[in-house]
């Protein structure tokens, strides 16, 4: 632990100052904006980060180091944490013998993300202690309060974090009175964490006795403050909402809440008996206004139209106002792209001119389903293009089932594909299938981020590697093929054709580094010394 | 001081726009203001639009710049200007390209081809963020230090120069 300084932080490094700060033994987790760059950091200023293939494994790892008695960093975007979910809604149950903090980081407006799902809701679902830092100073003391509650009451506990709070920089008063950790041991309590029904029934009465402790604690902890103005009208705001609803406002009296689960009504139901008009002004999700509702605090809600998107200054002032009329559009600025040399572009183009019908999946490549190719069908989530490919195949008629083609990143195969090539063995399809991986070597919408199929570690040293024609082949795999759709296009363009038509199980592998990031994928793997 | 002073910049990604807000950020931070930045980072590294507003003063709450009330504008790229013109107070002060090339510029690649120009592709940013110091009040001390601490080191000599070289072509012309 250092001296206490004064800095100017994004929030995602607040996050990993606090996390070295603590003596957080490991960082783990898996890219995705707005969350990358937390552990990035924290490897970076001296903690012990690495890449997890997915969300969930790096929840269990986190969950493992927990039960040592460490404190553990797990990061993840907010579909992360869908992923995760499994181990999140049971690590409730169990417990942790240290602290266990996750990083939840949503991304409201859909910057770049699937949905704009509001983690929030997991929160109560799971029964997990949630925090909801407005700015990075509040990331800093939030995420520290996270390990004193998660140690304290022997819970996991989430740090719910937004895009504007992520990526927004602030200044940072950090702290030198950190208590240290304790030092890591087993101690076994097989009741505790054995989650047989037997053991299972009594911790959820557990978890159930501890929430409520903790609902009291929230009833008067710091992270709640009220800012007292006028008796008019009264703001009831969380997280980044709260700084435009203080400058939207500034003569409201306003209610800030910075642990939303357990919910602290009772301090909330005091603050709204002072005023005559009492708002919630939350981004996404009404989850403050239910919360508020179902204590029989009587809340307005923000019009249905503010429940899209990010909320900002301009729109707490019509929130405020009642004011739904339509919102101001302005000229759009440039879309994203694929790189001009890019793999991905010639991989559509190929696709694109054999009318293949593609299930898609999350990376650079899915921008290649937009105008001008359109070569791409469906993007769900992380590694749905094998299962929504094989889903095609088992129900279309022969000749449309016969183009259905799975186009999947190296990363996202990682992350969730293998599964899906062990269905397609387990359950192929009468006309076979076609599976291609588009390997461009690194994690590239992200960020350049490395993973088990690059074989080097977060920090680029040489680690063991997942070699994905050697996996598909013990899966079982019979036709495999490696080739490099731009250096080799027509063979890739004949080989896509063969395997289409053969009506087996195919997976071509397009390898080719990415073209933004060759010049450095090289240098690390050189460095790396397995060349 | 009371006052909060919006800045946002605009451009394309590969520009440099997020590291000439990370400059002027801690420009503001050292000259003793309280200071937000706010950005939209991920597939902006895909060629598209890339924002970043900078917030300073005695207290700032929003990290993003309300609509309509920055009081600076700064764009890299041409083709950003028609986009971002609604993020401007009235009165405010737009800077673009035509600043150093004039108003039938639209090809930003001649600037490499300039041997009278300290300025290329890759400084440009810093040229421009040069343009808006003549606007601000911190000493040239500040100035160098943040640019010296967001840059590497090889860099320093020629984004002095750079940014010198676009604070004498904006005060020029006021």
């Known amino acids: ?531 | 001081m009371d006052k909060v002073t919006n800045v946002v910049f605009a451009g394309l990604g590969g520009q440099g726009v997020l590291k000439v807000a990370d400059i002027l950020s801690d420009a503001a931070f050292s000259a003793g203001f309280d200071v937000k930045q706010s950005e939209v980072h991920g597939m902006s590294q895909r060629g598209g639009s890339v924002n970043s507003d900078v917030r300073f003063g005695a207290r700032v709450w929003s990290p993003m710049v309300p609509l309509g009330e920055a009081d600076f504008l700064v764009v890299t790229e041409p083709t950003q200007v028609d986009n971002n013109r609604h993020c401007l107070k009235e009165g405010g002060l737009l800077i673009d390209p035509s600043l150093f090339l004039g108003d039938d510029y639209d090809d930003i690649e001649d600037l490499n081809d300039d041997d009278d120009c300290p300025i290329t592709l890759r400084n440009f940013n810093v040229a421009m963020l040069g343009a808006l110091s003549a606007h601000l009040q911190f000493e040239d001390a500040v100035w160098e230090a943040a640019i010296k601490a967001n840059l590497p080191a090889k860099a320093h000599a020629e984004n002095l120069a750079v940014f010198a070289f676009g604070r004498e072509k904006a005060q020029e012309q006021e």
Not at chain 1, 62 to 79: E, N, Y
């Open chain 1, 1 to 531: 632990m250092g001296e206490a300084k004064r800095l100017l932080l994004m929030g995602n490094d607040a996050v990993a100052r606090a996390a070295l700060d603590a003596g957080v033994t490991l960082g783990t987790g898996y890219p995705g904006t707005p969350s990358t760059e937390i552990l990035e950091e924290f490897g970076r200023i001296g903690g012990r980060a690495q890449w997890a293939p997915n969300e969930k494994v790096a929840l269990e790892v986190g969950i493992g180091v927990a039960f040592a008695g460490s404190r553990v960093l797990v990061t993840m975007k907010h579909v992360g944490i869908n992923v995760a979910s499994d181990p999140l809604f049971t690590v409730a149950y169990t417990g942790v013998t240290g602290a266990l903090v996750i990083i939840s980081a949503d991304d409201p407006e859909m910057h770049s993300s699937q949905n704009e799902q509001d983690n929030r809701n997991y929160s109560r679902a799971a029964g997990v202690p949630t925090l909801e830092p407005c700015d990075a100073q509040e990331s800093y003391d939030m995420f520290l309060a996270a390990v004193e509650i998660s140690e304290r009451w022997g819970m996991p506990v989430i740090l719910r974090m937004t895009t504007r709070v992520c990526h927004s920089k602030g200044v940072v008063q950090t702290r030198a009175d950190i208590p240290a950790p304790q030092a890591p041991h087993f101690v076994r309590d097989i009741p505790a964490r054995l989650m047989v029904p037997g053991y299972a029934r009594p911790a959820h009465r557990r978890l159930r006795k501890k929430l409520a402790e903790i609902k009291a604690w929230n009833e008067t902890a710091p992270f709640n403050q009220c800012f007292d103005g006028g008796a008019e009208l009264g703001i009831i705001t969380s997280g980044v909402s709260f700084l435009h609803a203080r400058e939207a406002a500034p003569e409201a009296s306003i209610c800030k809440i910075g642990m939303c689960y357990p919910f602290p009504d009772e301090f909330i139901r005091a603050f709204s008996q002072k005023v005559k008009r009492c708002l919630v002004v939350e981004e996404g999700d009404p989850y403050l206004v239910e919360n508020c509702r179902m204590n029989g605090i009587a809340v307005e809600n923000k019009p249905e139209m503010f429940r899209f998107g990010e909320l900002n200054v301009a729109r707490v002032k019509r929130i405020l106002a009642g004011d739904t009329s339509t919102e101001p559009t302005f000229p759009p600025g440039n879309p994203p792209k694929l790189c001009a040399d890019c793999s991905h572009r010639t991989v559509s183009g190929v696709l694109a001119e054999k009318q293949c019908i593609v299930a898609g999946d999350i990376g650079c490549y899915t921008l290649g389903g937009l105008k001008p190719l359109e070569a791409m069908d469906s993007c769900v989530c992380m590694g749905a293009s094998i299962g929504v490919g094989l889903g095609l195949r088992h129900a279309l008629p022969k000749e449309e089932a016969k183009r259905v083609v799975s186009v999947i990143g190296d990363s996202t195969f990682v992350h969730s594909g293998i599964t899906g090539l062990v269905d397609m063995v387990y359950n192929p399809p009468p006309t076979g299938h076609v599976v291609i991986i588009v390997d461009n070597g690194t994690t590239a919408m992200t960020g350049l981020q490395e993973h088990p199929g690059t074989g080097r570690t977060m920090s680029h040293k040489a680690t063991g590697k997942l070699v994905f024609e050697d996996l598909a082949r013990a899966v079982g795999i019979a036709k495999v093929h490696v080739i490099d759709p731009v250096a080799q296009k027509e063979q890739f363009d004949a080989l896509l054709q063969a395997s289409l038509d053969s009506e087996e199980l195919v997976l071509i592998i397009a390898r080719r580094l990415c073209s933004l990031g060759a010049p450095k994928l090289e240098a690390y793997e050189k460095a790396s010394g397995r060349q």
